[in-house]
């Protein structure tokens, strides 16, 4: 059955050597009670230790059923310890956090037997050393006697063909002693059975075999054994410990320590409070941030105009670093000049804008620079007025073309009409406070600023006779009417060839073509963060200005000034630019003066950037629409701001991360010096070295994944007083906010380094040797 052949163990000290095994051969029988008797310090305890696998020989072979154990590696010998021997030791070596039932299993477990019928044969092993009413007990709650009967229920459950037992009796009273004995007895009639005593009396009692041994050597063996023929060759079945066991292990021994863990856990969660904080109010802010901006920014049109700003080609800054040496002066344009580009605003562009997506963009405002002949009955007479929020007291500055221009009415705010017909531009960022809003084309609406006032000069433009400070009832504006000429009803041929605008206002205003335009709502903006797109004063559609450039683009007016070069109003001459405003002015370029385009939301905003720089693809420059983002430009200066304060202030609580880990280190470090005797008896069953380091993983794995709720927990728990504080002090709600993706990656995190700052010990703890580690106190 098994048989050490010429085993020497030499163990050195300085210049000092001992021979614990001086050329042993001796080999056992299949069935029988060897006990082992010498003084201590003869070597009897290291021919157990070789013979079980956990001290290696330093030359000769110790053969099982025939087979050399001399090419045994690590993984061979835990697999052999766990399935063909059992230990009994002196000091019973009981996992102390383990139950009784849990103990007799854990070989078992080792081995991968399947959890019912592990639990039936530890059950069995239990009744039949005596300790049925005891099995579902703690170690702690048993006597000696009791204690090494658990002992002995581990060693025999898992069936092994060897039992080893290293001074049963040593720890218990004669009585108890007789007691385990005969418990042994009966065991070696099933297998081998070797027991190393200092007892005499007990080994000549019970043992069928007694080995005297002195100074590493066999002095005489009362029933030598000679192995005949050699029997089956031995097979080695792996052991292997789930994580699940390893798990278990370490939570049972966790547990054991309720106010060490509980300190463990909030020492090591205090960098994850912090981060857990920092984020938290990150988020906050940023969703602040984003709201506010949100806000303040979603009523800004992407806006594209007649001349644009292509910033790529702003070169400012970039020119040579080198001063030049010539004595000559190049002209050149400026950057700026150079930056303007011309769009093509042609009818083809304008209907791949409004082929749009709605979903992205509602609101799309094509504005024409028409201007519009306005009369407004004040006193019983009508006059000429503007939607204009210049100053008519300062009107004497302007040139007389463009005198002559502005008086057709050119100014006010245009907001856009809804891709359905709808007013969800003004119903979602603008509130009536008095009247309501408008309906048709025809309707205008006052806008008033947060504090009620009103433009002055949109008043006085308006025909109102009005002074600084003065107060007007919401009744005396609404309804207000203003009159709209044609330019067929509104100028008039002179014989010198030049218009004129009539004098008759009240026939203009009675003419068939002219319409009323009426103030139907004073409106103000809704956000308290946005003081809104549409300035103080007169407020009208896109639409109505499409309806004057299609009533005036034919008008008499309009095609004498596309047949001439000079102003046909004052006869003067013009260059290219004035005879080109001047013609729009009078409603005849179908050009667009701007294309306004808004996001259905502000984050939508990119979805419409996307469209338009789809168009440009492959296009030349000259042929690109180039657009003006305001919203972007802003959102990006401040978009950063929160994340770099976030880095900044992420990377301070990391400090304490990392002491984290180098505390977790620590901590089990000193837990694998409380539990060396334990990764003895582990490893006497049989656990591989991999298993040792799992079940300390497995530890500091529970410690870190347990701060890491702890922490999210606290840190979730602080951002109500936060919040509260915060409210006081700034007026905002609920600034504090936890993400919970932010939540699980801490988690994930905090494990993770603990695992990491934990497996260096754990790794020391694998490497202990098996009996060293059980001689451990």
Do not use: C
């Amino acid at each position: 059955m098994l048989e050490l052949k010429h085993i020497k163990k030499y163990y050195h000290v300085g210049d000092t050597t001992t021979k614990a095994q001086d050329d042993v051969s001796v080999a056992f029988r299949k069935q029988e009670f060897v006990a082992i008797l010498g003084p201590s310090g003869s070597g009897k305890t290291t021919m157990l230790n070789i013979i079980g696998g956990l001290d290696r020989y330093d030359s000769g072979d110790l053969l099982i059923k025939g087979r050399s154990t001399k090419d045994f590696k690590d993984s061979d010998w835990d697999a052999y310890r766990n399935n063909s021997v059992g230990f009994i030791f002196q000091s019973y070596n009981l996992i102390s956090h383990l139950s009784i039932m849990e103990n007799v299993e854990m070989g078992m477990t080792l081995s991968g037997v399947p959890a019912a019928d592990k639990r039936q044969r530890a059950t069995d092993a239990l009744i039949r050393v005596g300790l049925k009413d005891h099995m579902h007990k703690q170690p702690s709650q048993l006597s000696g006697g009791q204690m090494q009967r658990v002992a002995i229920a581990r060693a025999i459950a898992n069936d092994p063909e060897i039992l080893l037992a290293d001074e049963p009796t040593g720890a218990l009273d004669s009585e108890t002693s007789d007691e385990i004995m005969q418990l042994i007895q009966d065991l070696s009639k099933e297998r081998l059975v070797i027991m190393v005593t200092h007892n005499p009396d007990l080994a000549h009692k019970y043992a069928d075999r007694i080995i005297e041994f002195a100074d590493g050597q066999i002095q005489h063996d009362s029933h030598p054994h000679i192995e005949g023929d050699k029997e089956d060759q031995f097979q080695l079945k792996r052991t292997k410990m789930s994580y699940w066991t390893a798990l278990k292990l370490s939570f049972d021994n966790i547990r054991t320590k309720k106010g060490r863990t509980f300190l463990t856990v909030f020492a090591s969660s205090i960098g994850i409070i912090g981060i857990a904080v920092v984020l938290a109010l990150s988020n906050g802010f940023q969703k602040q941030i984003n709201k506010t901006q949100s806000e303040a920014m979603a009523s800004m049109p992407v806006t594209i105009s007649q001349v644009g700003t292509d910033t790529n080609s702003m070169m400012t800054g970039t020119k040579a670093t080198k001063f030049a040496h010539t004595k000559t002066v190049t002209a050149e344009k400026s950057d700026a000049d150079k930056a303007q580009h011309v769009n093509k605003l042609s009818q083809s562009y304008i209907n791949y804008v409004k082929k749009m997506p709605k979903a992205d963009a509602k609101n799309i405002a094509v504005t024409y620079s028409t201007g519009m002949n306005l009369l407004r009955e004040v006193n019983g007479q009508y006059k000429s007025v503007t939607f204009s929020t210049n100053d008519p007291d300062n009107s004497s500055s302007v040139n007389t073309a463009a005198l002559m221009a502005s008086s057709t009415g050119v100014g006010g705010s245009v907001y856009p009409i809804d891709r359905n017909g709808k007013q969800s531009f003004l119903k979602t960022y603008y509130k009536v406070i008095a009247g309501k809003y408008p309906t048709k084309s025809t309707d205008i609406v006052l806008v008033v600023n947060k504090d009620n006032s009103l433009n002055i000069n949109a008043m006085k433009n308006l025909g109102f006779n009005v002074k600084e400070g003065q107060k007007y009832d919401f009744n005396q504006l609404v309804g207000t009417q203003v009159k709209l000429v044609t330019n067929n009803d509104y100028y008039s041929q002179l014989p010198t060839g030049t218009y004129m605008p009539g004098k008759d206002y009240t026939a203009m205003a009675n003419a068939a073509n002219t319409k009323t335009l009426r103030v139907t709502g004073i409106i103000r903006v809704k956000s308290k963060n946005s003081d809104g797109l549409l300035s103080s004063g007169v407020a009208y559609s896109s639409a109505l200005t499409k309806e004057v450039l299609d009533a005036n683009s034919n008008s008499s007016i309009v095609q004498a000034q596309k047949s001439s070069a000079t102003n046909v109003i004052t006869g003067q001459t013009m260059d290219a630019s004035t005879r080109s405003t001047i013609l729009a002015t009078l409603g005849g370029s179908k050009t667009p003066s701007s294309i306004q385009i808004y996001p259905t939301t502000f984050k939508l905003k990119d979805k419409v950037l996307s469209y338009l720089d789809k168009y440009n693809k492959g296009k030349s420059k000259a042929d690109k629409v180039i657009y003006t983002d305001l919203a972007g430009t802003v959102s990006d200066m401040t978009g950063g701001l929160m994340d770099a304060i976030t880095y900044v202030l992420v990377a301070f609580a990391g400090i304490s991360l990392v002491t984290s880990m180098i505390m977790i280190a620590i901590i089990t470090y000193t837990s694998v010096l409380e539990r060396t005797k334990e990764i003895g008896v582990l490893k006497a069953l049989g656990a591989r070295k991999k298993d040792i380091t799992r079940v300390f993983d497995a530890e500091t794995f529970i410690l870190g994944f347990g701060a890491g709720l702890f922490g999210i927990l606290v840190a979730w728990l602080l951002t109500f007083p936060i919040n509260s504080v915060l409210y006081g002090v700034t007026g905002l709600a609920n600034v504090a906010m936890l993400n919970p993706m932010h939540a699980i990656v801490l988690v994930i995190i905090s494990t993770v380094l603990t695992i990491l700052g934990g497996h260096v010990p754990a790794r020391m703890a694998a490497k202990k040797d098996a009996a060293i580690a059980l001689r451990a106190e």
